[in-house]
Structures are given as structure tokens and as C-alpha cells.
């Protein structure tokens, strides 16, 4: 079981390397840097996770959960503000800025948590089961992270979303709209489910699904030439 997760954490991090090389081909408009910034930061709560998975040991798992959250701190974040400029909604700086500051003390708290343990009480490394993993016991920090970094950008961008789409004339850009706000709540849904301990111990399927969601949203945005330059919803 191992390996196929191995294997599926290799195909989430082709799958984000085809997004950014698409992206690095198309152009260098305010829309495609957000898109460039939170494709980077999955690829990075990606590339963690594959460490993870691999690990032998608690210190490189540990390690490895820390290279994730430089990635999955960021992600949503940087997305809700894509969504800002796709839907041609007013830019919210005062919020966008409060929430990058929240990502970055999510940061600082996962990386010196060995010191104030704010963010994990304790930590289990559990070698039985289908793979040796990590058995995490959650500080308030965690909440925290949840709240700002995760609720709060999510909630935001799937509300622009469905506002852009009751409001857009136009069918093949509410046909897209439509993908992307099923994307969203796909991604949404298995991170509750992952919270509730629907899927087995030690297995986070957030980073493929988020992998899946940006790669699409590449496709569509970009191979159905849907991308709007002028900020015109």
C-alpha cells in the first residue's frame, strides 16, 4: 500500500510541474503570477507529503511535515486572492494581507513547536498498520490554522465564485465557473473528511486532490483560452 501512495504523490507533483511549465508558457499577467505562487506552494505541500510518506524515522517525518506546511499554510490563501482577480472582484488587501500573516505564523509555530507546543501536544511515530506515519495530537495552533488559513479562504473564494456565476452571461465561462466551484467543493469535502478520520490513519489525500483541482483549473482556464486579461467577470 505504501508504494501506491508513494506513486500517487509522484503523479500529484507531474501533475503540478505540467501546471507551472503551463503556466510559465502562457504569459506574466497579475493572474498568471497568483496562479504561478499557488501552484508553487501545493507543489511544495506536495513534495513534503511524498517525504513524509517515505519516511523511516520521527525526525524525517517530523522534518517532512514541516517542508508541507511551508506549502499548505500559503495554498488556499494565495488561491482565494486568484479567485479575487478571475471573478474581477475588488481586491481585499487589509484581508488578504491578515491572512498571509496568519500563514506565516502558522509557519513559525509548526517549525519551532518543539520549543511552546502550541501547535502539536505530542507526536506518535506508529511503524504498524499499512505504513509507518505520524500520530499527531493537535494545540491550539492547529485550530488556528484551520480557521485562518483553510475556513476562512475557502468559504470567501467559493462565494465569489457562485456570485461570478449567478451574474455571468456568458455559457462557456459559466460552464468553467461551474468546474471550478465543483473543484473547490471536491477539495472542501475530502478535507472535512480527512478531519473526521474518514480515511485511514496517517493517510492525507488533501495534497493529490488539490494537485487534480489546480492542473484542471490550468486546462480549462488556459486550453479553452477562458483566462480574462482585463478583469472582466
Not at 490513519?201 to 495534497?207: A, I, V, W
Request: aromatic share 14%; with cysteine; proline share 3%.
Amino acid at each position: 500500500m505504501l508504494q501506491t501512495l508513494i506513486h500517487i504523490q509522484v503523479l500529484a507533483i507531474f501533475l503540478l510541474a505540467f501546471s507551472l511549465i503551463y503556466v510559465f508558457r502562457v504569459g506574466s499577467s497579475h493572474m498568471h503570477k497568483l496562479m504561478l505562487t499557488f501552484t508553487i506552494t501545493e507543489l511544495v505541500h506536495n513534495l513534503g507529503y511524498l517525504l513524509e510518506l517515505s519516511a523511516t524515522t520521527e525526525q524525517e517525518a517530523l522534518l517532512a511535515v514541516k517542508v508541507e506546511y511551508l506549502g499548505s499554510s500559503l495554498v488556499a490563501i494565495l488561491f482565494m486572492m486568484f479567485i479575487f482577480c478571475y471573478c474581477a472582484e475588488k481586491e481585499h488587501l487589509k484581508l488578504e494581507r491578515i491572512l498571509l500573516g496568519c500563514g506565516a505564523t502558522v509557519i513559525l509555530m509548526v517549525w519551532t513547536n518543539s520549543m511552546h507546543h502550541l501547535y502539536y501536544k505530542d507526536v506518535e511515530f506508529i511503524t504498524d498498520g499499512a505504513f509507518p506515519h505520524l500520530k499527531l495530537y493537535y494545540g491550539p495552533g492547529f485550530y488556528f490554522y484551520m480557521l485562518a488559513c483553510l475556513i476562512i479562504p475557502w468559504a470567501i473564494s467559493v462565494y465569489i465564485l457562485v456570485k461570478a456565476l449567478v451574474r455571468t452571461k456568458s455559457s462557456k465561462r459559466k460552464n468553467n465557473l461551474k468546474v471550478i466551484v465543483g473543484g473547490s467543493t471536491a477539495a472542501i469535502s475530502i478535507l472535512v473528511f480527512y478531519v473526521l478520520g474518514a480515511f485511514p490513519e496517517g493517510y492525507d489525500p488533501t495534497p493529490i486532490t488539490m494537485a487534480v483541482l489546480f492542473t484542471t483549473l490550468v486546462v480549462i482556464v488556459w486550453n479553452r483560452k477562458d483566462f480574462d486579461l482585463t478583469r472582466t467577470a
